[in-house]
């Protein structure tokens, strides 16, 4: 019997990455919200299949502006880090989903981004920026990443 593959979807929150979860199943299995308050608060297992092929997409806590409460960060930063244990234990990680709303790329951004890609994941987990909230950008959405593509480049 084969494994599914494990995919960890990570983001500030409010990013939308339980709206990609519920996309890439179908069906509305992860809480969202538009509040103030995250939905997520632990990260949760969704069992996914494409073309025949399972995965195991995790949807972790959002990660907020460390500066708005280093405790609060802190735990996130530690459920995080559980999580990749855990998924040690269970094959590794094989893909990073790094979740962002369309705007800047600020510095929290890119802490987030170092957090998951190079300290929790030693920089060995392939990962993919989801830009999300692009359903209100003029003409086609790929124009966003056509304007805004050099900047993750000289960031890189």
Same mark, same amino acid.
């Given at each position: 019997m084969a494994t599914s593959k494990n995919v960890v979807l990570f983001g500030q929150a409010g990013a939308g990455k339980s709206s990609? %979860?519920?996309l890439m =199943? @179908?069906?509305?299995?992860?809480?969202?919200?538009?509040?103030?308050?995250?939905c997520?608060?632990?990260?949760?297992?969704?069992p996914i299949k494409f073309d025949?092929?399972?995965?195991? %997409?995790?949807?972790? =806590? @959002?990660?907020?502006?460390?500066?708005?409460?280093?405790?609060?960060?802190?735990?996130?930063?530690?459920n995080s880090y559980k999580l990749i244990q855990y998924l040690e234990k269970r094959g590794g990680i094989d893909?990073?989903?790094?979740?962002?709303?369309?705007g800047r790329l600020t510095t929290t951004l890119q802490t987030n981004y170092r957090l998951f890609h190079e300290?929790?994941?030693?920089?060995?987990v392939p990962i993919v920026?989801?830009?999300?909230?692009?359903?209100?950008?003029?003409?086609e959405m790929d124009n966003w990443w056509k304007r805004n593509s050099d900047i993750f480049e000289e960031r890189e």
């Open positions: 990609l %979860v519920n =199943v @179908g069906e509305n299995v992860a809480k969202t919200s538009s509040d103030m308050r995250s997520t608060l632990q990260w949760q297992e969704h025949g092929e399972s995965y195991s %997409v995790f949807d972790t =806590v @959002g990660l907020e502006e460390p500066q708005l409460g280093i405790g609060h960060y802190l735990d996130i930063v530690e893909l990073l989903l790094f979740c962002m709303r369309a300290f929790l994941c030693d920089k060995k920026v989801v830009i999300t909230y692009l359903e209100n950008e003029a003409g």
